[in-house]
């Protein structure tokens, strides 16, 4: 029973701090009420996690009265104690002044001694107070760099996050002429994530002038570089006409490149290409197969589905029903929706012998296990 398991009923308390606290709170009262005992008294034994958490509750007011002050020494508790998650939202009180007053300072050294404790979303936060302001030197730029290696990134890819803060205003306000510029040191260093970031703001203008040329070498080079997205995108600029005119074979060309690097929606759109016979491809049942399969592989539930409609269809190999629920479980399991799909799933189970549901079950629940999807 859920009342004999504290640890149990924990974990809910916290899941519903995202979803239905109040929902939550009135369906189990009582296990959450000895919960809150169990939690209370691991965190006044010493407990640094149990600490964070009920600093946590006290916060959001989950199930105890908020109370921003206490959470905070409860926060201050877990700091002390070893636990580096406190000491992260210290520092996050104190850059805002939330339950106490506004104070960077301080806020740089809890979330410092955070980010050392190796907590990468202290390191994080800390890069965000770090650029805050009307403009950061060279010296906090540099700050912000060994922030991010010490955190265990790169060079390339401590300057593409600099970029990422910059363009999507992460703590600090949107520059996207800075970003640009950001994105171009980590281009520098070869990180192929920082061609495709320099293609996209040449595509729109984003902190320059729109570029197509720009653009089209930026993807160009990281596509070269093996990243999928980017040949999937160039796929996409020569099908629709976009920076470029329309070339179908090219576009081709760049979804087997894409599909090649482990690109799954461009294993999933080939074989479409092939079931149907589009874009002057000649039409092939068995290509058609081995891409939806291969996307599947990849975690595509739209792949998997279409796997089972070509078992159920019998399109390019026999009719195979059994194989056909098997698919269409997989897809389901893996996030697949679409109305009248769980009467397709009955339809299919009526005519099928309980023997053959276990094995279709079964086979399906193995696949799973194989490719990880849908755990």
Not at 146 to 156: F, S, V
């Given at each position: 029973m859920i009342g004999k398991n504290p640890r149990l009923v924990l974990a809910l308390i916290l899941a519903?701090?995202?979803?239905?606290?109040?929902?939550?709170?009135?369906?189990?009262?009582?296990?959450?009420?000895?919960?809150?005992?169990?939690?209370?008294?691991?965190?006044?034994?010493?407990?640094?996690?149990?600490?964070?958490?009920?600093?946590?509750?006290?916060?959001?007011?989950?199930?105890?009265?908020?109370?921003l002050s206490l959470a905070l020494g409860w926060y201050q508790k877990a700091a002390e104690a070893g636990a580096p998650a406190g000491r992260h939202q210290l520092g996050l009180a104190y850059?805002?002044?939330?339950?106490?007053?506004?104070?960077?300072?301080?806020?740089m050294e809890h979330l410092r001694r955070?980010?050392?404790?190796?907590?990468?979303?202290?390191?994080?936060?800390?890069?965000?107070?770090?650029?805050?302001?009307?403009?950061p030197g060279p010296k906090e730029i540099q700050a912000a760099v060994?922030?991010?290696?010490?955190?265990?990134?790169?060079?390339?890819r401590a300057w593409m996050t600099l970029g990422a803060f910059y363009e999507n205003g992460l703590g600090l306000s949107?520059?996207?002429?800075?970003?640009?510029?950001?994105?171009?040191?980590?281009?520098?260093?070869?990180?192929?994530?920082?061609?495709?970031?320099?293609?996209?703001c040449y595509e729109i203008g984003l902190g320059a002038r729109a570029d197509a040329g720009q653009a089209l070498a930026n993807f160009q080079k990281a596509a070269d570089l093996k990243l999928p997205a980017a040949a999937y995108k160039l796929a996409a600029l020569h099908l629709n006409g976009v920076l470029i005119?329309?070339?179908?074979?090219?576009?081709?060309?760049?979804?087997?490149?894409?599909?090649?690097?482990?690109?799954?929606e461009a294993a999933n759109e080939?074989?479409?290409?092939y079931l149907q016979g589009m874009l002057d491809q000649p039409r092939d049942l068995t290509l058609a197969f081995e891409m939806f399969v291969r996307s599947a592989e990849l975690g595509n539930p739209e792949a998997m589905k279409n796997v089972a409609v070509i078992f159920r269809g019998g399109l390019g190999r026999?009719?195979?029903?059994?194989?056909?629920?098997?698919?269409?479980l997989i897809a389901r399991a893996a996030g697949y929706q679409n109305p009248g799909f769980e009467g397709l799933l009955d339809e299919i189970r009526k005519g099928l012998r309980p023997q053959d549901l276990k094995l279709a079950e079964a086979e399906a629940e193995a696949w799973l296990a194989k490719f990880k999807v849908g755990k």
């Open positions: 519903a701090l995202i979803f239905n606290p109040l929902k939550a709170a009135a369906q189990a009262a009582p296990e959450v009420a000895e919960a809150l005992q169990a939690l209370l008294a691991k965190a006044e034994g010493g407990d640094a996690q149990a600490m964070y958490q009920v600093g946590r509750l006290y916060e959001t007011g989950q199930n105890v009265p908020r109370n850059e805002i002044g939330k339950g106490v007053a506004a104070d960077r300072a301080k806020a955070a980010a050392e404790a190796g907590l990468k979303d202290a390191a994080y936060s800390l890069v965000s107070l770090t650029l805050a302001g009307p403009g060994d922030l991010l290696k010490k955190a265990g990134e790169t060079e390339a949107p520059n996207y002429s800075r970003a640009l510029g950001w994105y171009g040191k980590a281009a520098e260093l070869g990180l192929p994530e920082a061609f495709y970031s320099l293609g996209v005119k329309p070339d179908h074979p090219k576009a081709v060309d760049f979804l087997r490149q894409a599909v090649a690097n482990g690109h799954a080939l074989g479409v290409i026999p009719p195979d029903q059994v194989q056909a629920l098997r698919w269409y």
